[in-house]
């Protein structure tokens, strides 16, 4: 009898732990994308114009990368009244083993939360969350660029934006090119957030970062800080959304114990419609100003103006079977430059204020991107696409295709064909 007692009681504390378990796991939620891309990437030439060719530089070359690769854990619990407390944390993912010791000091390797992460709490006052998340600028640009990915070869972030990642703010260690003021594809670390509730469609949105890096005695005099406002009407077919976003300070690096200060600004203007057939087309347009004291090395102070845009579009024609085609432009960057004699390191003798990421201001820096590609949905979860893109750079431009991580010199051209995979969980 007794043991039969103690049979039922471990029984039903084991059915306890079950439900309890179940019960916990039904608000959490694990999701993913695993992406691969492969490519045949020229860049135009081994060397710069006036200097022999290099013998094993990179010119013609295969390339395989994996961005957007991430997996990710969202839960939810009800507190009543209509409030919600959520949380997420989604990491970067390298399946290619390129994280891995032995080349560790080349590539990133993957860390907990190192995409879009947070802890907050919702209702009818709206949604206000703290984490390392994209800005209301970012999230609404990205709403625009239909037929365009944000990174890798089909991916326009470096011509539109600047370039696309997460980002930090400046610490005791860091300096200019670790907060990178000219990227606006941002995904921002100690990230305030606010959106108001949808009210008929419309949302409006305000992030700022934290000062956590001032914290630091030897950066007191660093005063950086994000932010980021946005408002979209999103309602059926029509998107329609609006954002600024301002670097504030992001220059500054102490130099003999004085602050030498820089803002970087941008806006944007997006939008995407559905049609009834399938087709979706989206543009987006941004001006991007920068007012840098501290620019790299052997440029002068002062403000620099860039203007970029992007049309594209993304069409399920039948089936299984569609296309993708986009256009992405940045225009010349406007600054003070001069003109002196060219040389082998400078062979158009232009000479400019620095943009962060964008070539040194002066004429013909601009440069267009356009893409196509097939598209065969092999399933709701997985994709596979063939397709090519090509960046074309004006005499000064120096943009490369998405991913290549390699040195574009003034003027050349960059191509890529590509085969690319797609999973999402």
């Known amino acids: 009898m007794q043991k039969k007692l103690i049979a039922v009681a471990v029984g039903g504390a084991l059915g306890a732990i079950g439900a309890s378990a179940q019960a916990q796991n039904a608000t959490v939620q694990v999701f993913g994308t695993f992406y691969g891309e492969y490519a045949s990437i020229d860049n135009g030439a081994k060397s710069a114009p006036g200097v022999a060719p290099f013998t094993d530089g990179y010119q013609r070359y295969d390339h395989f990368q994996n961005p957007g690769s991430e997996i990710g854990f969202r839960g939810e619990e009800k507190l009543g009244g209509g409030m919600s407390a959520w949380f997420q944390c989604t990491s970067s993912i390298d399946y290619r083993g390129s994280g891995n010791a032995s080349n560790a000091s080349s590539q990133a390797v993957s860390t907990w939360c190192t995409r879009n992460s947070a802890l907050g709490m919702k209702g009818a006052f709206g949604n206000a969350f703290f984490g390392n998340w994209q800005t209301p600028w970012t999230r609404i640009n990205n709403a625009g ?3 365009s990915n944000d990174t890798g070869v089909f991916g326009n972030a470096h011509i539109i934006a600047g370039s696309s990642s997460t980002f930090g703010m400046a610490s005791a260690s860091q300096a200019i090119n670790t907060v990178n003021p000219g990227s606006y594809r941002r995904r921002q670390n100690n990230l305030a957030t606010y959106e108001t509730p949808n009210l008929s469609g419309f949302t409006g949105m305000i992030a700022a970062t934290t000062r956590n890096h001032d914290s630091a005695a030897t950066q007191t005099q660093i005063k950086s800080r994000l932010w980021s406002f ?36 941008a806006w944007t203007l997006a939008a995407n419609y559905k049609f009834a057939n399938n087709l979706q087309l989206g543009m987006s347009y941004q001006q991007f100003k920068s007012n840098a004291s501290l620019p790299v090395v052997g440029a002068t102070g002062g403000e620099t103006k860039v203007n970029t845009w992007h049309i594209g579009m993304d069409w399920m024609i039948s089936g299984p079977h569609g296309v993708r085609a986009a256009y992405s432009r940045a225009g010349d960057v406007k600054g003070a430059f001069t003109t002196a004699v060219p040389t082998v390191a400078n062979p158009t003798g232009v000479t400019g204020t620095a943009m962060d990421r964008r070539p040194a201001a002066g004429p013909d820096t601009g440069a267009a991107m356009w893409q ?25 431009a120096i943009y490369e ?21 797609k999973h999402s969980f």
């Open 372 to 396: 196509i590609r097939y598209v065969y949905a092999m399933s709701k979860r997985t994709e596979l696409t063939v397709g090519y893109s090509r960046t074309d750079n004006k005499a000064n």
């Open 230 to 265: 946005g408002a979209q009407y999103a309602n059926g077919p029509l998107f329609v959304g609006a954002a600024y976003e301002k670097h504030g300070n992001f220059y500054a690096v102490p130099v003999g114990g004085s602050t030498i200060g820089g803002d970087d600004k």
């Open 145 to 147: 660029n239909v037929g």
């Open 401 to 421: 295709t998405g991913g290549a991580s390699t040195t574009q010199f003034k003027g050349l051209d960059s191509s890529a064909y590509a085969v690319a995979v």
